[in-house]
């Protein structure tokens, strides 16, 4: 018994010393495999990211648009699709008459934005430059057989000032005339036509319905056909559509029942003159203005 114990104590040493060595294998085995810990941020109390996996800053808003442009009276802003014929027809005069006002050489190169006089200038009237005549393929103008029929309501209110006050001698004083003699076949209608459909044969006479000023003669608003546009003041203009044949040229004079053009069916399903009024260049119903008949 004592010899075994004595080889025993001799042991333990040994045996000690390979337990120790084995522990500390696998505690190196262990650290080398564990992944290492996030390092964290104490004072917010969340895990940093590699700089690389943060996302980026979002965009900047695009910059607000810029303010709109302030249209004074007697000025127009240029809209997609407009022509300056259109322009004209719509505000009531001339487009020639509004190249000169803002010194447009050539009708064509007008530009989406742009500010336009629309009115006669209070000063000294831009000197006049050549003017190119437009092309004839203009783009269509909406307002052919829609557009806003408001006037006709101002029209019938005394009271109401329009936009420009003119001396009542030169505003609504005019000896309206009918431009054809067959019968009408389609009436003003706000969500239609902006104007009378007078029925007819090819090559009947189309008159002017007033004394006044060819502005416009020619096919360049499609929709209309040949065309004549005549001013009679600051205030009212005529227009006559579907013609077959055009006999006036523009800025000629015209009396009231001289024959401008033969009726036709350009631009139209049949023979027929569309015939508009326009106050301040928008269309008010011809029937309330011209004689019975």
Same mark, same amino acid.
């Given at each position: ?38 390092? #964290? ?28 442009? &302030? ?32 010194? %447009? &050489? ?62 009542? #001698? ?14 009408? %076949? ?45 001013? +009679? ?28 053009? &033969? ?10 003159? +569309?015939? #508009? %009024? ?16």
């Amino acid at each position: 018994m004592n010899q075994g114990s004595s080889m025993t104590d001799a042991l333990r040493p040994l045996l000690r010393r390979t337990l120790m060595i084995g522990l500390a294998t696998l505690l190196v085995a262990c650290s080398a495999t564990r992944p290492p810990a996030p390092v #964290e941020d104490r004072s917010a109390g969340r895990a940093v990211r590699p700089v690389a996996d943060v996302p980026k800053a979002a965009t900047a808003a695009s910059a607000p648009a810029s303010a709109p442009v &302030e249209v004074k009276p007697g000025s127009y802003v240029v809209k997609p699709g407009d022509t300056l014929m259109r322009i004209a027809l719509e505000n009531g005069q001339g487009w020639r008459d509004i190249a000169r006002w803002n010194g %447009i &050489e050539n009708p064509n190169l007008i530009e989406v934005g742009q500010v336009l006089r629309v009115a006669p200038p209070d000063g000294p009237a831009v000197a006049a430059k050549p003017v190119t005549a437009p092309k004839l393929d203009a783009k269509p103008l909406p307002g052919a057989a829609s557009a806003a029929a408001s006037a006709a309501a101002s029209a019938s209110a005394p009271t109401t000032p329009p936009p420009a006050p003119l001396p009542k #001698e030169a505003d609504d004083d005019i000896p309206w005339g009918w431009p054809a003699a067959g019968p009408v %076949i389609s009436a003003f209608d706000e969500a239609r036509s902006k104007g009378l459909g007078i029925g007819g044969r090819a090559g009947d006479p189309v008159l002017a319905a007033a004394d006044g000023r060819v502005v416009y003669a020619g096919s360049g608003l499609r929709g209309y056909g040949n065309l004549v546009i005549v001013k +009679h003041n600051a205030t009212y203009l005529t227009a006559y559509a579907h013609n077959q044949t055009l006999l006036v040229k523009e800025d000629q004079a015209v009396r009231k029942g001289q024959k401008i053009a &033969e009726m036709g069916n350009t631009d139209a399903e049949r023979v027929q003159l +569309h015939f #508009e %009024i326009r106050r301040q260049g928008k269309p008010i119903d011809p029937a309330r203005l011209l004689p019975s008949r």
